[in-house]
């Protein structure tokens, strides 16, 4: 009496769904790096040329680095870390996750200057100046691009200038699609960033080879965990001549 | 011929139901104007409802007894209740709805008695205010109580079929010798039917 | 409509079946109890309930994370017999679980409050007891409300994706759900490739409203 024909349609309905899709729930196990979202697309290509030369395979768990730091803490079983922001991996580091010893610095970046492709020009003088109506930035607390961002333009005395002119997007792709669109003067991005998109003109970089004070890199650590020994692995792999040449075509810097 | 003790209140939003009387008969008729408390009374009896304080006997068992602290659940009281709006289980068919609380009661005879035959399959929303009343009656009955509770059995039938209903109402009375409670609120109906009248004037009541 | 894309579908479904069979018998008891019954600490229940509808799902993601991280007894104690929840398909159907939870109550809760207890009076004078008539009775009337709360459920595991990615995340061909692949997939500079998800979640979202429609609409059989 209890089978009436809503209840026998639904039974009958998630019984099909879940026996048309049984053989999905096989899982991959191995290796699972967490790596920022800004070096997704290189981690990609290197752990394609990894399976290609030693046949084994490795997981991505993209992400924001701070997401991908509370996971860590929380014990998720990353066998591998790479964030982009210092900080996140000190929180990690802290927590106590990180393989002694194991911490590197894998990568470099430069933010980049970004404006429609279609704007009137613009310099970085003419920026400082405060010479901007609306200036796209990630999230200048907590977006690592937004933070260096910032920490550039206080540096350079120009952030009270445009602090009021700062628009904040919760993540770098919200930058680049507002530059895109026109909707705002200039973007901030990181220079791997803007190499992706077509339609933004980059006007101009902001390196830590000219600025000490900003060290936008990207540090890499083994955690603690059942996967250490192939974490190793891939590290020094990520390390190699083969992986330097995709960082370097898209844009990364040395360490 | 069935021993009826009834001595209860029983507070309504308006007003406090107050009933008392004890009688040994085959059918009491309840009669009083719409909103008296009648329903609520058979409820009370039925088991659906608690009154605050008072006894509740039929036939020598105490159904309800707030100095004993005694309140026999519904499903044990062996009572047929027969609401207004007949209240047929719209899940079920005709014959299910029958023999939802069988209780090896003749189904034939009932069926017989109250011709059903040509409804057992039928889906309830598809019947007539009577049939749904035949229908209501012949559930009741199949759980073979030891009486049974008509609130206003008439009620959703039109004049003219009123007399198509009655007839099997004495039937069951003939035929099964169950003991009936009939509330109604015209007078009318209890002439031919009840041995007792209980009048029930705002929640008070008084022999008539 | 690559390999990739037909995969990532077919898991989401499955996970998000998975998740539904496994909130309705928790969903019909707990809204059965709040629309039936009257007891103590009935509204702390409601609102323990309702918690993940009001909490923005990162931070159930977040409490989840925390719940079944190295941190929380029971996540330990998962971990000392070998269970691994986090950054598996089991930490989906988790996450899933709990936000469409709420929504599966609150619809079985209103589909047996619709329910006349007439009906349930009239079969206790008829002998049942309250299991049976929860059976026959309350449930099946109940159950065009109950099976429309299912989709809906069914619906919001679909496209769930704060909770899911806090811990499962987004890990292809092991935890990439729909809603999740497509955030990635714009994140991390690949637009183009999400369209193609996003069609196919709007179609799986035309495919949830048509059959919520068919059962809201349904005459007859009840």
Do not use: C
């Not at chain 1, 393989?99 to 610095?105: D, K, L």
């Not at chain 2, 209740?81 to 047929?88: A, E, I, K, N």
């Not at chain 2, 009661?105 to 019947?127: F, K, N, P, Q, W």
């Amino acid at each position: 009496m209890l089978m009436t024909t809503p209840i026998r349609f639904l039974l009958s309905g998630l019984t099909v769904l879940v026996a048309l899709n049984a053989p999905v729930a096989a899982q991959p196990t191995g290796l699972v790096v967490s790596v920022a979202a800004s070096v997704y697309d290189a981690l990609e290509e290197i752990s394609g040329l990894y399976r290609a030369t030693t046949g084994v395979t490795v997981s991505l768990n993209p992400g924001g680095s701070n997401t991908l730091a509370r996971q860590i803490v929380e014990g998720a079983k990353a066998g591998l870390f790479i964030s982009a922001d210092a900080r996140q991996m000190d929180v990690v580091e802290k927590a106590g996750r990180v393989v002694a010893g194991t911490r590197t610095r894998l990568l470099t970046n430069e933010l980049a200057l970004v404006v429609p492709s279609d704007a009137k020009a613009l310099t970085i003088e003419r920026l400082l100046r405060g010479e901007v109506n609306r200036l796209a930035l990630g999230e200048p607390g907590s977006v690592p691009a937004g933070v260096y961002a910032r920490a550039w333009l206080e540096h350079e005395g120009a952030w009270s200038r445009l602090e009021s002119k700062v628009i904040p997007f919760p993540t770098v792709t919200a930058v680049l699609t507002a530059v895109e669109s026109g909707r705002v003067d200039a973007g901030i991005v990181y220079r791997t960033d803007a190499m992706r998109s077509k339609s933004v003109r980059t006007i101009g970089h902001i390196s830590s080879t000219q600025h000490r004070y900003l060290d936008i890199s990207y540090p890499a650590a083994v955690i603690a965990g059942p996967s250490e020994a192939e974490a190793r692995r891939f590290l020094q792999f990520l390390m190699g001549t083969a992986a330097r040449a995709v960082f370097d075509r898209r844009g990364f810097g040395k360490p | 011929m069935i021993e009826i003790a009834i001595d209860i209140t029983l507070r309504q939003d308006a007003f406090t139901l107050t009933v008392r009387d004890t009688a040994s008969v085959e059918v009491l008729g309840l009669f009083g104007p719409s909103g008296s408390g009648k329903t609520s009374l058979l409820e009370a009896i039925a088991g659906i409802r608690t009154p605050d304080s008072g006894e509740i006997r039929i036939g020598g068992r105490t159904l309800f007894s707030s100095a004993q602290r005694s309140n026999l659940p519904a499903r044990e009281r062996r009572i047929g209740y027969v609401p207004q709006d007949s209240l047929l289980f719209p899940n079920l068919d005709v014959k299910g709805n029958i023999t939802y609380g069988a209780q090896g009661a003749d189904l034939d005879a009932l069926v017989e008695i109250l011709d059903l035959s040509a409804l057992l399959g039928r889906r309830v929303a598809t019947l007539s205010g009577g049939e749904k009343q035949r229908v209501a009656l012949a559930r009741a009955l199949m759980t073979r109580p030891s009486i049974l509770l008509l609130d206003e059995p008439l009620a959703g039938v039109d004049r003219e079929r009123r007399d198509l209903i009655l007839p099997y109402i004495l039937r069951i009375r003939r035929e099964l010798h169950v003991p009936l409670i009939y509330v109604t609120h015209d007078r009318s109906e209890l002439d031919t039917i009840a041995d007792r009248v209980l009048l029930l004037d705002r929640g008070v009541s008084s022999v008539a | 409509m690559s390999a990739e894309t037909w995969a990532i579908a077919r898991f989401t479904v499955l996970m998000a079946s998975i998740a539904t069979s496994l909130v309705l018998p928790p969903a019909i008891a707990i809204g059965w109890l709040l629309a039936r019954k009257d007891f103590p600490g009935k509204t702390l229940l409601e609102t323990i309930v309702s918690l993940p509808l009001v909490l923005p799902p990162v931070a159930s993601g977040l409490l989840l994370l925390w719940f079944f991280g190295r941190r929380s007894p029971v996540g330990r104690a998962l971990d000392a017999v070998g269970i691994e929840i986090i950054f598996t398909w089991k930490a989906v159907v988790i996450a899933m679980v709990v936000i469409s939870f709420p929504l599966v109550a609150r619809s079985v809760r209103a589909g047996i409050e619709q329910v006349d207890r007439r009906f349930e009076d009239i079969a206790a004078t008829l002998g049942a007891s309250p299991f049976r008539i929860l059976r026959t009775i309350t449930l099946p009337l109940a159950s065009r409300g109950i099976a429309a709360g299912a989709v809906l459920g069914f619906s919001r595991a679909l496209g769930e994706f704060g909770a899911t990615i806090m811990i499962a995340g987004a890990i292809p061909g092991r935890t990439r759900t729909l809603a999740v692949g497509i955030y990635t997939l714009v994140e991390t500079g690949r637009e183009e490739a999400a369209w193609s998800l996003l069609l196919i979640s709007a179609l799986l979202a035309f495919g949830a409203i048509y059959v919520s429609n068919r059962l809201v609409g349904q005459r007859g059989g009840l």
